[in-house]
């Protein structure tokens, strides 16, 4: 049984996508041990209690420093005892520690076919302005390890979703989540927790 923690921090609907998966059977083998998120307003907090999943919030707001934030992560992360950590819409710089003890064991969630439109301030809708900015006629999304950089670790799986005629980037974004975000996350899920990436 794979234990996975999903880290959050806005609305989950990648999170939903999870746990809709597993309740249905599309993602095998795996267990949603607990969600984590900074932001105490997110509502993937509640998608994670309506569904009976531990939720905790664990925000730097709450802490002196950078450093007592990243252990009292790192310390609630630990205590679920994750076999993978799923950072879906997570919006918080990880703690070096958090990569070195968990290497090739977190993966993310990110709205364009990288290498395109990603790095640092590529997030959310900005994303999408950019890829409508560039005119590209296909974008879309995709689950990679997490490293030390950012969005460069190992592409797990990639889906790409066409750009229409007029598309904002709200509709864009929308259209990425719902063809592209939540078909391979829980794919990803599925198939590492079936030990094949
Ligand atoms: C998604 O667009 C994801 O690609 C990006 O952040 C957003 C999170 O959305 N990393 P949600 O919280 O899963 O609805």
């Known amino acids: 049984m794979l234990n996975i923690v999903v880290c959050v921090s806005g609305g989950g609907t990648n999170l939903q996508a999870i746990i809709d998966g597993v309740k249905s059977g599309t993602i095998r ?8 998120s900074n932001n105490a307003g997110a509502f ?13 919030c664990i925000s730097p707001k709450s802490f002196q420093s950078r450093a007592e ?3 009292a992560f790192l310390e609630k992360l630990n205590e679920l005892n994750p076999d993978l950590i799923v950072l879906a819409g997570f919006l918080v710089i990880l703690p070096e520690k958090m990569i070195e003890n968990y290497r090739d064991k977190i993966i993310n969630i990110h709205p364009s076919l990288i290498p395109s439109f990603c790095g640092t301030g590529f997030y959310g809708l900005k994303v999408h ?12 999304a995709t689950v990679h390890y ?8 190992r592409i797990i799986k990639q889906r790409a979703v066409e750009v229409q005629q007029g598309d904002t980037p709200e509709i864009l974004q929308k259209r990425v989540m719902e063809q592209a975000e939540w078909v391979i996350l829980p794919q990803a899920i599925d198939e590492i927790a079936a030990g094949h990436q």
Request: a negative charge; charged letters at 30%.
């Open 129 to 140: 302005e950019e890829a409508l900015k560039r005119g590209v006629k296909v974008t879309g």
């Open 146 to 153: 997490v490293d030390e950089g950012t969005d460069t670790g």
């Open 44 to 56: 993937a907090l509640k998608r994670a209690e309506n569904n009976g999943i531990p939720a905790f």
């Open 29 to 36: 083998n795996t267990k949603i041990a607990g969600v984590i």
């Open 69 to 71: 934030f990243n252990d």
